[in-house]
């Protein structure tokens, strides 16, 4: 199974973006011209069966700042497009090849809907759960690790790795509101020959996403439908902001026709973050106040409790209830429906 993924990335380009190695840089200062690189990947081997993402084979049609005249107008030729923002410890790599098979399990469930053109948003994660450098730090601490842990201190330097993603996560927001604000000329050609324009962010990445919202709010770019659905799965951001919902789910309600939140209490690697972070993630419950129908309608709300489905998939490990959304068929065919104008709001148990 061979597919192409449109993408663009704020990491660092060393050399003409050809090969995979070349994106392995961390990111420049933000917002400045070429920083950001758009280019297309082709991904060989992906294996849904085996929840395999396959390899990335090549890459073409490097450019600066914007996709080639070609690339934008192969990229909105036919299919709907889905937009997606990686979470943590995802190479350059990882984050085209984790689109390629976003792309073909959409697909899988039937629906012409969720058969999607993909452009994967790659920010700088270093690609690593744990830096081979901090392991003897982390050791050498040992029960006093644990032991500042259940106080709600995080000194251990095994999550040093985690923090150097989130700041880079946070960082990207300028590059990230560039890119959207780019891609809406294409978003525009997609919806006037009938088609639909969806955003589906995991993990981290919706911390990358809660900081580009927060600043095009500020920055005061215009609201309207840059999403028809936008799709957020295991979100590892704060629950609540003083009390309420955080503000950036209402930047991205007022971008989308509609906002569905996937969230799992049975989430391990979010119960980890819990305890780094020292408060609830918003990819365990949904926003504090996910009762409130004055904020979220539930004509253009959901908040989807996966907790109860089973994972019956290969490789199960403790990474496999943070991937739920690409590991259950239920989370994917409601994601299709959904994609599909159909689901209901508000509150949705599967």
């Not at 700088?124 to 450098?133: I, L």
């Not at 997609?190 to 969806?198: A, C, D, I, M, P």
């Given at each position: 199974?061979?597919?192409?993924?449109?993408?663009?990335?704020?990491?660092?380009?060393?050399?003409?973006?050809?090969?995979?190695?070349?994106?392995?840089?961390?990111?420049?200062?933000?917002?400045?011209?070429?920083?950001?690189?758009?280019?297309?990947?082709?991904?060989?081997?992906?294996?849904?069966?085996?929840?395999?993402?396959g390899r990335l084979a090549r890459i073409?049609?490097?450019?600066?700042?914007?996709?080639?005249d070609t690339v934008a107008a192969d990229l909105t030729?036919?299919?709907n497009l889905l937009i997606f923002v990686h979470g943590f410890?995802?190479?350059?790599?990882?984050?085209?090849?984790?689109?390629?098979?976003?792309?073909?399990?959409?697909?899988?469930?039937?629906?012409?809907a969720a058969d999607c053109s993909v452009v994967s948003f790659s920010w700088?994660?270093?690609?690593?759960?744990?830096?081979?450098?901090d392991v003897l730090g982390g050791l050498a601490l040992g029960p006093m690790t644990l032991a500042l842990k259940l106080l709600g201190i995080t000194a251990s330097p095994l999550a040093n790795a985690y923090f150097e993603d989130q700041a880079a996560a946070a960082a990207s927001a300028a590059d990230l509101v560039s890119f959207l604000d780019r891609l809406r000329p294409a978003?525009?050609?997609?919806?006037?020959?009938?088609?639909?324009?969806?955003?589906?962010?995991?993990?981290?990445?919706?911390?990358?996403?809660?900081?580009?919202?927060?600043?095009?709010?500020?920055?005061?770019?215009p609201p309207g439908a840059l999403f028809d659905e936008a799709l957020s799965a295991a979100a590892d951001c704060p629950h609540a902001e003083a009390g309420r919902g955080p503000a950036w789910l209402g930047h991205l309600a007022a971008l989308?026709?509609?906002?569905?939140?996937?969230?799992?209490?049975?989430?391990?690697?979010?119960?980890?973050s819990q305890v780094v972070n020292n408060i609830q993630r918003l990819g365990r419950s949904g926003p504090v106040d996910r009762t409130d129908l004055t904020r979220y309608p539930r004509e253009s709300s959901r908040f989807?409790?996966?907790?109860?489905?089973?994972?019956?998939?290969?490789?199960?490990?403790?990474?496999?209830?943070h991937q739920f959304y690409r590991r259950i068929p239920e989370v994917r065919d409601d994601m299709a429906r959904v994609m599909d104008d159909r689901g209901a709001g508000g509150r949705v148990v599967l």
């Open positions: 199974m061979n597919t192409t993924v449109y993408f663009a990335t704020n990491r660092q380009l060393q050399g003409d973006g050809t090969n995979a190695a070349h994106y392995a840089g961390e990111s420049g200062p933000a917002g400045l011209p070429g920083r950001v690189t758009h280019a297309v990947g082709f991904v060989e081997g992906t294996d849904l069966a085996r929840l395999e993402a073409e049609g490097v450019a600066a700042d914007d996709f080639s030729s036919g299919r410890a995802n190479s350059f790599t990882d984050s085209i090849t984790r689109a390629a098979f976003n792309r073909e399990w959409l697909a899988a469930s039937g629906i012409t700088p994660s270093r690609g690593v759960v744990v830096d081979p450098g978003m525009r050609r997609v919806r006037r020959r009938g088609g639909r324009v969806f955003l589906l962010a995991h993990s981290m990445g919706n911390w990358a996403l809660e900081a580009a919202l927060n600043r095009w709010a500020a920055m005061g770019l989308s026709g509609r906002v569905s939140l996937y969230h799992s209490a049975g989430d391990q690697v979010l119960r980890l989807v409790d996966c907790e109860r489905l089973e994972d019956a998939g290969p490789g199960l490990s403790l990474d496999s209830s």
